[in-house]
């Protein structure tokens, strides 16, 4: 008889058939950096996740390093916005002096940073308005310099979450002729316009004054849609490609894990995280269990690479 049971029959032929194993450089752990001094603010949407003044980031990045995270990635909250996210370029903007301080702490952790424009303008759109909806082309310059003043201020890694059209291609030429040419593009490349991000735009103070973002976020229906904005990304010009949120679309980051040999990101975003954490709070699951499972699903589906606010946490479980 045939007996899938044998190969399940104790830890040890369990262990040497397992397929998919999950370790802490697996994860890439967001850090959101706030104005300000002696700051560190647990953040209300997504317990056990903080805002952090420059001036405390060592102890986040120290605990980082610590258990063998090997990425991070920094989201700014300015104190000023305004039409044209002018904080998002500034040379002393909140992720550039973020970004310098984890570089001169440890060269231990990658660091990338997010590059859009929604936390910064007064209106929370991820570019400039025109005529009541984001203007593509505009936008394009503002995301260059973004993106160049990140690299100015050590960025290793762009990671455009925009959503506009082209936006790979300028900034690598702009990060090219500025003279970083290894600073690599992670392309939020099939960014779903998802309720799944509420409690990061609480966090991160970036909900949109008016409208949605679904002339620039792709629609949840859509399957080849992300390849072919996939395809795009790399064509430009992308190093890594991503797709936001995981949970909800593990067949999309299977489908282009099957289709291109470019690495593949998956961010496990703060939606999936704070229902994990709301359950867990009224009792009702294995939190430990239900954070591993969620994450080896992501890394079961093809991704490479997983942004998780559970990096911390996953990290300590696995060294179990
Ligand atoms: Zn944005």
Do not use: W
């Not at 890694?157 to 690599?184: C, H, Q, T």
């Amino acid at each position: 008889m045939r007996r899938g049971r044998r190969l399940r029959a104790d830890e040890n032929i369990r262990g040497l058939v397992r397929e998919t194993i999950l370790t802490p450089q697996d994860f890439i752990l967001p850090i959101f950096a706030v104005e300000g001094e002696g700051i560190k603010r647990e953040i209300e949407s997504l317990p056990g996740v903080y805002h952090y003044s420059v001036d405390m980031l060592k102890e986040v990045v120290e605990e980082a390093v610590n258990l063998g995270i090997k990425g991070i990635m920094i989201f700014g909250l300015p104190d000023h916005k305004d039409c044209c996210g002018s904080e998002a370029y500034a040379d002393n903007g909140i992720v550039q002096r973020a970004t310098r301080k984890i570089r001169e702490l440890t060269n231990d952790l990658l660091v990338s940073t997010d590059v859009c424009m929604c936390e910064y303008t007064d209106n929370g759109h991820c570019g400039i308005i025109h005529d009541g909806d984001v203007d593509n082309d505009e936008t394009l310059d503002y995301l260059c310099k973004i993106a160049v003043s990140h690299a100015k201020a050590g960025s290793q890694m762009i990671a455009p979450s925009d959503m506009m059209d082209g936006r790979v291609y300028r900034i690598r030429e702009a990060l090219d002729k500025a003279g970083f040419k290894n600073v690599s593009i992670m392309s939020y490349s099939a960014k779903y316009c998802s309720a799944y991000y509420g409690p990061f735009r609480a966090a991160a103070n970036s909900a949109p004054a008016f409208g949605d973002r679904k002339t620039y976020q792709m629609d949840p229906a859509n399957r080849r849609e992300a390849i072919r904005e996939v395809l795009y990304d790399i064509e430009e010009g992308a190093d890594i490609v991503m797709v936001k949120p995981a949970l909800s679309y593990l067949d999309i980051i299977r489908e282009v894990r099957d289709t291109v040999e470019t690495p593949v990101c998956a961010y496990n975003v703060s939606g999936e995280y704070a229902m994990v954490k709301a359950a867990a709070k009224m009792g009702l699951i294995d939190e430990e269990k239900i954070i591993l499972e969620t994450l080896l699903s992501m890394k079961r589906a093809g991704a490479d690479i997983i942004i998780t606010y559970h990096a911390l946490e996953a990290s300590k479980l696995l060294r179990r």
